[in-house]
């Protein structure tokens, strides 16, 4: 099968690539740094033998840049899978920064997956099949003093794939959606965390093990769906005392 990788170059989006071309599918990755993509693709060609394509560009909603996204996808064929393991946080996101940098966070965390998604679903949903996966963060599911843009353009990702799962629902389309806690890569490297970071290979694992389900919403790792209940249902009085 045709799989597209949205931020394939590191963490989780490099995991998932050793592992779907393990599996011997065809792939295009996508990241911003040609050098890097041109390093991996080599290296699962070798390892792998399967075709594997990169396009060096940052997703971003213009008509431009999906285009040329699309273009290059028909290059392998119809697009079986459209995986978008991007994302881009900020240490100084404190809900009160310039118009230019809360624009960056959004086309990378929420604006270039939607009209990315918006232009490849229709063909999926013409050809009855089709997997679509997107990544959110534990970090959304209540809005904290930190990660202020990247929290609330993750939480806008979560309710367009619940939308999107709607329009597919009867098809042989799948949507997935994972509210990721920690994973062990460079968003979190440094970091002082309160839980232990999961590897990237497991949560690739996981992604792939469940490709044919139909979860819909699938918290990673599981506890994070107790620990995201109990702070759902805490109330704002003792939750703004949380300092986190
Ligand atoms: N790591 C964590 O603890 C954690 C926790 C919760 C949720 N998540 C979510 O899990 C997913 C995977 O995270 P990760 O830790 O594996 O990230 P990562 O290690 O930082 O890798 C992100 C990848 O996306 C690419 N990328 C970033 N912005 C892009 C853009 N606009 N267009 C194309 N490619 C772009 C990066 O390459 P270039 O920079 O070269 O473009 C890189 O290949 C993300 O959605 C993240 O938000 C991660």
Redesign the pocket.
């Known amino acids: 099968m045709n799989f597209v990788i949205?931020?394939?170059?590191?963490?989780?989006?490099?995991?998932l690539s050793d592992a779907l071309a393990e599996k011997g599918h065809n792939l295009l990755l996508?990241?911003?740094?040609e050098r890097?993509l041109q390093i991996q693709a080599s290296d699962l060609q070798i390892r792998y033998g399967t075709e594997i394509s990169t396009l060096a560009?940052?997703?971003?909603s213009d008509a431009e840049t999906i285009e040329t996204i699309e273009k290059s996808a028909q290059k392998l064929g119809a697009i079986d899978g459209l995986l978008?393991?991007?994302?881009?946080?900020r240490d100084n996101d404190d809900g009160m920064q310039s118009p230019q940098y809360v624009h960056e966070l959004l086309?990378?965390?929420l604006s270039?997956t939607m009209a990315l998604t918006g232009r490849i679903l229709p063909s999926m949903l013409e050809r009855n099949r089709g997997y679509i996966v997107g990544?959110?963060?534990?970090?959304a599911d209540r809005g904290r003093g930190s990660n202020i843009v990247?929290a609330a353009a993750?939480r806008g990702l979560s309710s367009f794939f619940e939308s999107i799962r709607h329009k597919a629902a009867g098809s042989g389309v799948k949507i997935h959606f994972?509210q990721?806690?920690?994973?062990?890569?460079?968003?979190?490297f440094g970091k002082r965390l309160p839980f232990p970071?999961a590897s990237?290979k497991q949560a690739a694992r996981e992604v792939i093990r469940h490709l044919e389900t139909d979860r819909g919403l699938t918290y990673f790792p599981a506890f994070w769906r107790w620990i995201c209940l109990a702070l759902r249902m805490t109330p704002w009085s003792v939750f703004k005392k949380l300092r986190f």
Request: glycine share 16%; charged share 15%.
């Open positions: 949205v931020g394939a170059s590191a963490g989780l989006g490099r995991a996508i990241a911003g740094d890097d560009c940052r997703l971003k978008f393991p991007l994302g881009l946080s086309e990378a965390n270039g990544f959110g963060s534990v970090a990247y993750k994972y990721l806690g920690y994973l062990e890569t460079s968003l979190s970071a990237p």
